[in-house]
């Protein structure tokens, strides 16, 4: 198995998005973060020979990451074309040897059908737009319908709430860790260059 900090190498070629919607919140996962939560996913048994799936994929960091690591097909699922274009040009950048399938679509309402036990990863919306309040939510409940086990990114102090709905669901938060998410300026209101917000990361066990 690859180290951490290679994946995390690997990770720096890709793309983010070229005309980002703030009201999609569309901030690019960093190389690192999505290196930590793609290496603790493989140590757990939850990549190699596995379906994984990346809700809301956007230019395809976290699906790149799985991509790396041996899984039998990672699936992208993103409602916007031109983050799947570009997507799809840091597949090639990336030269994973894993098949990747992008398909255009709302993660919330997923047009997908998976026989297999898989593994979700996600970067969901935090909600911090008025339009998307619950937005996390809405993934997780995508999540335990799709997948045995799965590994979100949410806003920090989100773990009661995580832990509720995961106990509502029959499923169990097995791990949790904090992490820094780096936001780098990109829209009008952001006033400094770059910021790190404190996130964290759960792995849930799915019925």
């Known amino acids: 198995m690859a180290t951490k900090r290679s994946l995390a190498t690997k990770l720096g070629v890709v793309a983010g998005f070229e005309r980002p919607d703030a009201a999609l919140e569309q901030y690019p996962t960093p190389p690192e973060l999505a290196a930590h939560v793609v290496h603790l996913a493989d140590l757990h048994g939850d990549v190699d020979g596995r379906t994984v799936i990346d809700l809301?994929?956007?230019?395809?960091?976290?699906?790149?990451?799985?991509?790396?690591?041996?899984?039998?097909?990672?699936?992208?699922?993103?409602?916007?074309?031109s983050a799947l274009a570009t997507a799809r040009a840091n597949e090639r950048r990336v030269a994973a040897s894993a098949p990747v399938h992008w398909v255009r679509g709302d993660a919330t309402r997923p047009p997908l059908a998976v026989a297999e036990p898989a593994t979700v990863v996600m970067n969901p919306p935090f909600g911090a737009q008025d339009g998307n309040r619950n937005a996390d939510r809405e993934f997780l409940a995508v999540a335990s319908d799709l997948a045995a086990v799965s590994y979100s990114v949410h806003n920090a102090g989100s773990q009661e709430f995580v832990e509720a709905f995961a106990a509502d669901e029959g499923g169990e938060v097995t791990h949790a860790f904090a992490a820094e998410f780096r936001i780098d300026a990109q829209f009008d209101h952001h006033t400094d260059a770059a910021r790190e917000i404190d996130t964290e990361v759960y792995r849930i066990e799915w019925e």
């Open 56 to 81: 809301g994929a956007g230019t395809g960091m976290l699906a790149l990451a799985a991509a790396l690591r041996g899984p039998a097909r990672v699936v992208g699922l993103e409602l916007d074309g």
